[in-house]
């Protein structure tokens, strides 16, 4: 059976056809975040036919179409009911957008918890009925599985792990608050927090990739000068795991979850970011320890696309 | 039928006979929490056998006695395994000592998971299955019904509300992190918060309760002042509910309950409370609104009694 798979982020569209729990092909777009969400609605229906066309398949080969997207998102009615990344993502009818060129069914959720669901099924928490992704990307997003079934509060709207404010009156968010989770353990935070310490270190490697332009600067850099022992990106790694940690433990605390799946780009960097956090969250776990295994995606950047590409089978 | 419940806390132990879901005569000893575990344990059996013979009754009436603690329990062997409001309850075999007292069943539960089943079943959510209660005392607990049934992580060690971080290098709480939740919104954070604020003002009315000993100082006096327009404790609650409104809109983002409810002694307020946290909460929730009903608790005080006697009806 052959289902597609949308990851719909703030900077990319990434669609994948899947077919076994495996990607056959990909293909990815901007997705211009800032413009009125029917144009980036309907570009994103063009690109599943776009990769359907271009595997030789025809429309009639396709099971469903799976989407993931930031924000709270109501599976029920195919809606998203409000997300932060893009520019008037507030009660728009996706599914209904969609279906105006795509005939096979679609179905939405929370990008997050279809990164859950996927890792949960064939992934890092395979075999687990309790497990929560957290997802590090342009956003910070969770995936709560609770009792094998995906968990969103019980008006959908909820599983909004990065939007828990773990500095009060701290940084302000995309959502509206100051201090969530988000601002300081996304990817977006960690280049942050790169550039930060890159600029009050001129000898820093940091400053030297990409031509010297700093604002180019990305999260693999950051581990990249780490493993030369640089001095200004071992602070900013240093700084990214304390605020992780704070938030692994939180949810750690409240649900101790079997498996703690982190995702996401930095996730690639595997025990050279879980290190500096298992390290800090000794310290801040209730009781001072915990059965919960904290593991890194197995699934990778492709965790969207193929747990969206299951949604068909919760439905 | 007959059953004990039992409210454990840091600062008294409170026992009451439960007919019908009423109490029909509570007892309450002073806890002297920084005892071995094994005095403050058999105190406790003490208390039951004396409650049930002050009322003409004798064991042989009891049903079961549930007993609410804080901290991590773990309510399949009777253990606790970590509680932060006591000297030394760290993997203590709490259910067995008071077996060497008591004949009929003995059932543990965290105090906040008992004060959930309590509200969720007969009290403010009556009807939910899917409501959240933050008790605000010496700590602050959280008993988080899912689907119905109590959710304490796959360990039994979740639902630590309290012991999440929302003011990252903060406070030092008892659990060793710095910055918990509970070291802001319990009634002991509100307490610290208006000897703070009323020794700044001398002529704040706070400074007058208790013939003028501030260390007395309660939750009651302060919003006592408020009503009286006292400068020092508006600004006292203005601080309370700023930090309360961040955390419970935490809760909300993650859990979007039906019902979050809140218990314990400021609870007693009732509007006073939850106006100014619903005023500062519109700001905080994702999106601007939800769903989640934000209500005081109906069983008031005795939610940890009455939710410990009724433990036998999920055991």
């Not at 859950?116 to 997802?135: D, H, P, R, W």
């Not at 701290?170 to 550039?195: D, F, H, Q, V």
């Not at 938030?247 to 025990?271: D, H, K, M």
Request: charged content about 20%; some cysteine.
């Amino acid at each position: 059976m052959i289902n597609v798979g949308i990851d719909l982020g703030g900077t990319t569209i990434k669609a994948g056809i899947v077919k076994d729990g495996v990607i056959i092909r990909k293909k990815v777009i901007p997705t211009g975040a800032e413009r009125p969400h029917r144009e980036v609605v309907l570009d994103m229906a063009d690109l599943v036919l776009d990769v359907v066309k271009e595997e030789g398949l025809t429309m009639e080969d396709i099971n469903s179409v799976g989407i993931g997207s930031p924000g709270a998102v109501n599976p029920e009615t195919g809606m998203i009911v409000f997300s932060a990344n893009f520019a008037d993502f507030r009660n728009i009818h996706l599914v209904d957008i969609m279906k105006e060129k795509i005939s096979c069914p679609v179905y939405l959720e929370n990008d997050a918890n279809v990164a859950g669901l996927g890792e949960a099924a064939i992934g890092a928490g395979k075999g687990s009925k309790n497990c929560i992704v957290i997802t590090l990307g342009t956003g910070l997003g969770g995936g709560i599985i609770i009792d094998g079934k995906i968990f969103s509060g019980a008006f959908y709207g909820g599983g909004e792990m990065g939007h828990q404010v773990i500095v009060a009156d701290g940084l302000p968010c995309n959502c509206g608050r100051k201090g969530c989770w988000e601002c300081y353990s996304s990817a977006t935070g960690l280049i942050r927090m790169g550039k930060k310490h890159a600029a009050e270190d001129p000898a820093s490697l940091m400053n030297k990739a990409h031509d010297g332009d700093l604002s180019l600067l990305n999260a693999k850099d950051v581990f990249d000068a780490l493993a030369e022992g640089d001095t200004a990106a071992t602070e900013t790694i240093d700084e990214y795991a304390h605020y992780l940690a704070i938030g692994l433990a939180n949810t750690i605390n409240v649900f101790q979850p079997e498996y703690l799946i982190i995702g996401g780009g930095p996730s690639a960097q595997g025990e050279k970011l879980l290190g500096p956090v298992r390290a800090k969250m000794g310290e801040e776990i209730y009781g001072g320890e915990t059965a919960t295994k904290l593991v890194t995606a197995e699934l990778g950047n492709d965790a969207g696309i193929i747990g969206a590409a299951m949604l068909y089978t919760i439905h």
